[in-house]
């Protein structure tokens, strides 16, 4: 047995737990950068939040000029905010390209260099600037995880910097701040959620030695992360269509909340898979939302991999709440499969990758470089050449599921 377990120094989880973030900034300094974004920042919730930071935080700078992906641009911008204000802590307020960029704000507030020095894995040398992360969507799971996923101009796809140090050391998880989130980004972030819990339980297992823990951050699945992925997907399974629907439906936003967190801690571990490898370079090239991606590529993805997972699918169905007790793995699988298809219908995600202005010439392409994102391709179940790459892309332009 060789395992590890990573997260925040304190996760706090529940409606109106955001009155605590002015004491916990203020615990872990005196001079505090705010990123967030200019949407958030005139909601009379992140507002309030700032006005209340500044309140109890000696020094206050806000940077509120986050923008999708995380362009360099940001952090270059980011970094010379927090400069200016000598920031001992940082907060970020925001979905995940907010809290994504935080974290590589603290990196090179602490060591210097560009975000260039830090891809890959576990590059970051040591401990950052003390950062407090809280979400207002229920997607990314950034609050909790070691990685931050950047845009790079000179670049054909996203890329990550992943380290252990890079977990935020406090992560406040409050539903009331997702109320507001529009439709189109609660399914996006949403889906997003379900396939971290899908691909988490679904990713190879992997053989470890004694000192894979530290030089690795994603590790393949194991008996943890698995508990975590399926009740992630549980919640996320019975609520992600209705909070679409109403996004007024406190219930359900709980359950996004704690979906979207089991969710990050399971694949904080396991690590995600090929949708998430095969969304980079298509998200790059099309400039669609991340989460629209990987919705669309992850039942193709299981699809190609079903021989090997067909046991995991056929207890996603039941979890999901399919009444699959009769049927065999084979059927069951069948139906866990047809129930992703009508859900990601159901909250509006594209069925093909024509639909989103993928050019079938190209998937080659993206397929090879997708290969290339060894730390999530490593753990998709299934054959992982560029041929296999290929053809899962193929069936998802057209539409094509066996």
Known sequence: MLETVRGPRQLIVGEGVAQNIPRVV???????????????LGQPGVAGIVAAVREKVEVVGVFADA?????LTDVALAVSA????????ILAVGGGTVIDLAKIVGVIRCHGGTPRDFYGESKV????????????????????TPVSVLTDPDRALKVGVSSVHIVPDFAIVDPELTYTCPATVTAHSGIDAFCHAVESYTARPRAHGPRDPVEQVFLGRNPVTDHYALLAAERIARSLPHVVRDGGDKDARADMSYGSMLAGLAFSHAGNAAPHALQYPIGAATH????????????????AARDAIGDRLAV?????????SDASDAEAADAFLTWLDGLLAGIGIPPTLADIGVARADLPRFAELASGVTRLIQNH????????????????WLGDRR
């Open 26 to 40: 203020a615990e872990c300094g005196s001079r505090a950068l705010i990123v967030t974004d200019r949407v958030l």
């Open 67 to 71: 923008t999708p992906d995380v362009p």
């Open 82 to 89: 927090a400069a200016e204000v000598d920031a001992d802590v």
């Open 125 to 144: 040398p040591g401990p950052t600037t003390p950062l407090v992360a809280v979400p207002t969507t229920s997607g990314t799971g950034s609050e909790l």
């Open 288 to 303: 669609t939302p991340h989460g629209l991606g990987v919705g669309l590529l992850l039942p193709y993805a299981l699809d």
């Open 316 to 324: 996603l169905a039941r979890v999901c709440g399919l009444d699959v």
């Open 381 to 396: 179940p299934g054959p992982t050449d560029t041929a296999s790459l290929t053809a899962i892309l193929e069936a998802a």
